[in-house]
């Protein structure tokens, strides 16, 4: 008789994508924990394989699919192996990734990912995504407050205030995966703050794909305030604003709430308002300078990063110098840029003037240029200056280093042996970097000054 090794029983989640796919994961690995699996790093010890994907771009579908094929060896190997499918490409491919991958055992959908350990319990295989209910499967709101999650970070956590999307940009496939958009009511999201607030968490992160257009009772500001009011949360950052929802109110909370950082991400894509209007954006460039503007004024040190998508369909050398100047013009803390992908069941997808590949690559490569610039003239501006850091742990990158983050969402690597992580230090920044900043070092620990804000 064969005999299998069944306990303990591991898992391991490959992750695709976004934060919002990171928090499913999150929540999967919860849902896991509950089924008596523990999360293991290595694929070939898995009892359970989840793929979390992305379909955003064509790389990371490439990718999933890829490691995926990888599975069937595995699965030959070990045939109680059971392999999930979830995120973006599991809604819009439903039975399909069974079919054309056979190891495949379960497919749900992002807004199905509660019902994994239904799924798991049932056996297999199944299939729930949104459009392909299988047996008695109704769509079902997703409740955070009930779900089990296992969080990586126990100083940080990311909280879901909404799902989905209803701006169809015409480049995106999200509003197709992840559906209209539904907001958490506020009282569940203040609930599960506390709770985090209570277990030593200091800085939430909130969640949507367009979190300035959360709706309920009290809206977007009424939840701000109400999260800042959480004794034991240090600090509020929320992701991702729409140029178009953003409002004077929203300003106001940046610029008065103590808790939420100086830190916002404002995706322009474009510097030019004829390829807006081709994304379906629903700004212009002049709008999103002027919105732009006001935080610059408002919010003095405010850190604004974005998204750029460089060679959508029909994108001029003119319309590309427009968001070149664009970046001279704001002057970016960071971006996140990208060629455009196009991705099937788009409006874009089916426009005519594709822009070449290489025309698309040079694009990016001066973007990326200019900005690298921008970015290391910004953080040489903070050398000198004294930063409240909230430390992470230890530094990954500078071995004997402490790890922490400016309210402005800048990573300081700096020497000390007090601080643990949770903790807020002032330091003083002595040098920057493109993608860091590194502070004081602890010979010179007298001029380090540190808040005690120990968790209380
Ligand atoms: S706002 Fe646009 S880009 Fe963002 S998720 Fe919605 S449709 Fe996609």
Redesign the pocket.
């Known amino acids: 008789m064969l005999n299998f090794k069944m306990t303990p029983k591991k898992a391991y989640i490959h992750t695709f994508g976004c934060q919002m796919n990171m928090h499913d994961s999150e929540k999967m690995a919860g849902i896991l924990l509950n089924e008596g699996y523990t999360l293991t790093d290595a694929p070939q010890d898995a009892d359970i394989i989840v793929f979390n994907t992305c379909s955003?771009r064509q790389k990371a579908e490439q990718k999933f699919r890829s490691e995926l094929g990888r599975t069937k060896s595995l699965k030959k190997e070990k045939p109680f192996l059971r392999i999930a499918v979830a995120g973006c490409i599991a809604q819009q491919q439903g039975r399909g990734i069974i079919k054309n991958n056979p190891q495949v055992d379960y497919v749900f959908g992002p807004q199905n990912l509660q019902r994994l350990g239904d799924m798991i319990r049932a056996g297999g295989p199944g299939v729930l995504t949104g459009d392909i209910p299988v047996g008695d499967s109704t769509l079902r709101e997703i409740s955070d407050s009930d779900l089990p999650v296992l969080r990586k970070d126990a100083i940080r956590a990311w909280v879901s205030i909404m799902y989905g999307?209803?701006?169809?940009?015409s480049?995106?496939?999200?509003?197709y995966t992840?559906g209209r958009e539904k907001s958490r009511p506020a009282g569940s999201i203040y609930e599960e703050i506390r709770k985090l607030a209570s277990a030593g968490f200091k800085e939430v992160t909130l969640l949507g794909?367009?979190v300035n257009s959360y709706k309920s009772e009290i809206g977007f500001g009424g939840l701000l305030r109400q999260i800042d009011a959480i004794e034991g949360i240090e600090r509020i950052r929320f992701v991702?604003s729409?140029p178009r929802d953003f409002s004077e109110d929203l300003i106001e909370c940046i610029k008065e709430l103590p808790k939420v950082c100086e830190h916002i991400h404002l995706?322009l894509?474009s510097g030019s308002s004829r390829i807006l209007k081709g994304?379906?954006?629903g700004y212009t460039y002049e709008d999103y300078m002027r919105k732009a503007d006001k935080l610059i004024k408002k919010i003095p040190g405010i850190a604004i990063t974005t998204d750029i998508i460089t060679g959508f369909p029909s994108e001029t050398v003119d319309d590309h110098a427009s968001t070149m100047m664009a970046l001279r013009a704001v002057e970016f803390d960071g971006i996140f840029a990208f060629k455009f992908s196009s991705r099937p069941g788009t409006k874009a997808a089916v426009m005519d003037e594709k822009v070449p590949d290489s025309v698309k690559s040079q694009r990016l490569a001066e973007i990326l240029e200019l900005q690298d610039e921008i970015t290391l003239k910004k953080n040489k501006a903070l050398e000198g200056t004294m930063q409240e850091v909230l430390i992470e742990g230890a530094s990954k990158t500078d071995k004997g280093k402490i790890t922490g983050r400016t309210r402005t969402n800048k990573i300081v690597n700096f020497s000390g042996n007090k601080v643990s992580p949770g903790q807020i230090a002032d330091v003083s920044i002595v040098k920057a970097m493109r993608h860091s900043l590194v502070g004081i070092d602890s010979q010179r620990e007298e001029e380090l000054m540190f808040k005690d804000k120990d968790f209380r």
Not at 171 to 175: A, I, L, Q, R, S
């Open positions: 955003i999307c209803n701006n169809f940009c480049y995106c496939v999200v509003p992840r794909q367009n991702t729409h995706p894509q994304m379906n954006r």
